[in-house]
């Protein structure tokens, strides 16, 4: 049984900062491949950042490559995305993701979703 839990968000000013963070509850705890993926309305949810077990391998999307950093700290089993100089395009809903799969590339290749939360940027 794995659960993601999200906390963070809300609304800033473009050109501002915040982070969003994932508690994973998992007995026994073992390392995921992970990723934040976000949906804005009327579009697809994306593929914003990811991270291997270790934390040694993040990709981005293009879009927010330099302004988000993503990062994982085993020890207390949660990983969280620093985003700064927003800007309203990185309006959406923001999910937490996590795979036993050796493949975390595509939503359709995660096992657990979070319950997402909102973040909004204002311009």
């Known amino acids: 049984q794995v659960q993601l839990v999200e906390s963070g968000g809300g609304l800033v000013q473009t050109g501002g900062s915040l982070s969003v963070s994932c508690v994973v509850r998992?007995?026994?705890?073992?390392?995921?491949?992970m990723a934040w993926f976000r949906q804005a309305p009327g579009k697809e949810r994306e593929l914003v950042a990811r991270?291997?077990?270790?934390?040694?391998?993040?990709n981005y999307e293009d879009s927010v490559q330099g302004r988000f950093t993503i990062s994982r700290d085993n020890g207390k089993n949660t990983m969280t995305l620093q985003m700064n100089s927003l800007k309203p395009d990185d309006t959406g809903v923001y999910y937490c993701?996590?795979?036993?799969?050796?493949?975390?590339?595509?939503?359709?290749?995660?096992?657990?979703w979070g319950q997402g939360i909102q973040v909004t940027v204002s311009s």
């Open positions: 998992r007995r026994p705890f073992a390392p995921l491949a």
């Open positions: 991270i291997n077990r270790s934390g040694n391998l993040k």
């Open positions: 993701a996590a795979t036993n799969g050796a493949q975390y590339i595509r939503a359709t290749d995660y096992d657990y």
